[in-house]
């Protein structure tokens, strides 16, 4: 594997890490710098979430389009760099607020994911980018694996440990970077920055009018909000329904992501050779509903930690889902386009957060009319059945046949 790639899945293995790593100490952390019972703290734990998922949506469009004017090359290396200052600071936090002007710095530079994706796709055949997208995801698998593994034993020596591992991480990073990068955009397709289609939604409005593209943007949404549920409340989840500390937490995480590493690392080659690009989303949605409804009724904590990484076998939606739309842009639009799932990924953080913990908070605080800390993910169950309705009613029959030869 050329050594741009290896630094390319770094790159998305490291924002993977980032978040897999603070998972695990949120609970406590934002009982430390603010006070409150578990319930309150999975409301803030929304609040710093969706301010992330704020600026990744307004800068996920922008990040890309400064790509598609500058290169790839000099947009990743200035965002990691920036991230691992970021972290330091979020190290050092003795408030609430400082937390959250952490997440709004971490956010814009979390926005890299369109750009690593761009890159990915300008070094990639058309019938091979679905596949090399799931090796990105796979990449963000093995960072979801270490995160909350290395994040729970971390936090043994404190809660902010977690934070200064992340940043020393991003920072190797930009080094090895800053050696082994070359840029794969050239002169001749660049294009002029505009800030008309740097509008997050003006973006989005952009590529809808492309055939079939609404339907997948909408899917793509969908299913993104119900995924969310995982950071958005597993470690409060862990806590309320199973009494299991940040070790715990970051070991069922970890199980989470072996498996979503091997699926999109090397199993969804064969799903896509069997089933087609189509096929293959139907399949991920009907597996990911089963799983949902398990996880919101489980009560056994051994159980828990079975189902958790049977239900990554539903993890090859993202790239299949990308494999078709990548097809149906030029070449000079890739980062775009990129950025436009970027920021449709960071609208649906937006939106899940605040609406999974809330829910979450809804059925576990004292005094609740019924007592279901898996609620959010029923919640999750019937999103992704109604993007599964959209998908087969609207979805493009543009996709790859199924290749048994």
């Not at 470690?235 to 979503?260: D, E, V």
């Not at 409804?293 to 539903?314: E, K, N």
């Not at 939106?351 to 829910?359: C, F, I, N």
């Amino acid at each position: 594997m050329r050594p741009a790639v290896v630094f390319i899945l770094l790159t998305v293995m490291i924002d993977s890490m980032g978040i897999g790593l603070i998972i695990p100490v949120m609970p406590d952390l934002i009982r430390e710098v603010q006070g409150g019972d578990l319930s309150t703290a999975a409301l803030w734990g929304g609040v710093l979430s969706t301010t992330f998922a704020v600026m990744q949506f307004l800068f996920g469009p922008v990040i890309g389009g400064l790509s598609d004017r500058f290169g790839r090359r000099p947009v990743l290396l200035i965002s990691l760099l920036v991230m691992a200052a970021d972290y330091l600071v979020m190290a050092v936090a003795g408030s609430i607020w400082l937390l959250l002007a952490g997440r709004v710095v971490g956010g814009i530079t979390a926005a890299t994911g369109s750009t690593a994706n761009a890159y990915m796709a300008d070094i990639s055949q058309q019938k091979d980018r679905a596949a090399n997208f799931g090796l990105i995801g796979a990449a963000f698998g093995i960072g979801f694996v270490l995160g909350p593994l290395v994040g729970g034993l971390l936090a043994e020596y404190g809660t902010r440990a977690p934070f200064y591992a992340a940043a020393a991480l991003a920072a190797l990073n930009v080094i090895f970077g800053y050696f082994v990068l070359s840029e794969t955009l050239g002169q001749a397709v660049r294009r002029p920055f505009s800030l008309r289609r740097a509008n997050p939604l003006g973006v989005v409005r952009q590529l809808n009018r492309l055939p079939g593209i609404g339907a997948l943007l909408a899917v793509y949404f969908l299913y993104q909000v119900a995924f969310m549920v995982y950071p958005a409340v597993w470690s409060f989840f862990g806590q309320a329904r199973f009494g299991w500390g940040p070790s715990t937490i970051g070991l069922s995480l970890a199980l989470f992501g072996i498996m979503m590493a091997v699926v999109q690392g090397g199993l969804i080659r064969q799903v896509l050779r069997l089933l087609g690009e189509r096929g293959t989303v139907i399949y991920g949605h009907l597996f990911d509903i089963a799983a949902f409804l398990a996880l919101g009724f489980v009560t056994s904590g051994t159980l828990a930690l079975i189902l958790t990484p049977l239900a990554a076998f539903a993890a090859v939606i993202t790239p299949a889902l990308q494999g078709i739309m990548s097809r149906s842009v030029a070449a000079d639009q890739q980062g775009e386009l990129q950025g436009a799932l970027t920021s449709v990924a960071a609208l649906a953080m937006i939106v899940s957060p605040l609406v999974m913990t809330g829910v979450f908070a809804a059925f576990t605080a004292p005094g609740a009319p019924l007592y279901l800390p898996g609620m959010p993910f029923l919640l999750s169950a019937v999103l992704i059945a109604l993007g599964l309705g959209v998908f087969i009613a609207r979805g493009p029959r543009l996709a790859t046949a199924p290749d048994l030869s």
